[in-house]
């Protein structure tokens, strides 16, 4: 059994791969070859354990993701939200890796967001802003950086000080891309001249003025994931030209931004495509440089599975992580 840190991931495994390996996990999802059952919550005495299992048919891999919420865990010296994805080895069933789940995460996560701007965005997207720096957002910025070659990205958080320090951190963790990266002392007007937005916070209300976002904008939901969060605005969702989720049974059951905009009647079910169609479609891609394009992901269990054994496979062949 392969044990795989978040060290040892990044040694084997680039965004760009964990892009393309996201595009992939979608379109096996959506065309119905993988089952993932509900995710199992179990309430313990100092916490929440959550377990989410996935199987792809076709290639037999399967694997589970397994994250604890501990809030007092701090003060054992231990993380708050210990996650980890365990691999089945096809050939006989048993475990054949346990990753870092959390980095896995955040990776993946990412990723999707990377996927679905490099399937939307326009070409030639130069400026973007990224609305939350939380753990979710390092992922957020290099997947954008990756998949556009951007020369601008605003950076805001409703936290300044937070918002600045994750700034001066990332200008010297991204240094090798292009792009200037500064702290948003003029959010309206970043918005307004952004090709990007990607959103990744917790948000109960809305993150940014859907009123000023211009033609040709592309925007990303992805920090929003129960019913009570909303994001995204609604007038956003409602006069998007394409609007794509990463799986309707999850962003339908789980996310307020795109479920109170359907409550509304602003749009319907009907009005939405799967990321994994867009794979298999151009024709459901951005089809003009005026068009507003939206993607909104609550996660699944199928990027976990998929991108884990990717992960594994390449770890393997390279010598990478620990046997034991």
Known sequence: ???????????????????????QALKIYTQGDSEVPLRINFDMQK???LFMPAHIKGKDIAGIKIVSVFPDNPKLGKPSVPAQVMMLDPLTGEVCAIL???????????????????????????????IGTGGQAVSQLEAM???????????????????????????????????????????????GQADIITSVTTSKVVTF????????????????????????????VEKADIRVLDTK???????????????????????????GELV?????????????????TVGTAVLDVYVGYDIYLKAKEKGIGTNI
């Not at 326009?122 to 802003?129: I, L």
């Not at 789980?254 to 509304?264: H, L, M, S, W, Y």
């Not at 951005?286 to 993607?295: A, C, K, M, S, V």
């Open 209 to 236: 003025n859907g009123d000023i976002v211009k033609s040709g904008t592309h925007i990303n939901g992805v920090g929003a994931y129960t019913p009570e969060m909303h994001e995204i605005p609604s007038n956003i």
């Open 1 to 23: 059994m392969l044990i795989l840190s978040a060290n040892d991931i990044q040694h084997v495994y680039s965004m760009k791969d964990a892009i393309e390996a996201d595009k």
């Open 145 to 191: 950086l990756t998949v556009r070659d951007l020369t601008d990205v605003a950076i805001y958080d409703i936290d300044e000080q937070k918002a600045k320090q994750f700034t001066e951190a990332m200008k010297k963790h991204f240094s090798h891309f292009s792009a200037n990266l500064y702290f948003s002392q003029n959010f309206d007007e970043d918005i």
């Open 249 to 275: 049974e999850g962003v339908f059951a789980e996310a307020g931004d795109i479920i109170d905009p359907i409550n509304q009647k602003r749009v319907s079910k009907n009005d939405f495509f799967e990321l």
């Open 47 to 49: 916490g929440q354990s």
């Open 280 to 296: 298999t479609d151009s024709q459901k891609c951005r089809q003009n440089d005026e068009q507003i394009t939206l993607f909104k």
């Open 100 to 130: 870092d789940g959390t980095f896995v995460t955040q990776l993946r996560t990412g990723a999707v967001q990377g996927a679905a701007t490099d399937l939307l965005a326009r070409k030639n997207a130069r400026r973007a802003v990224l």
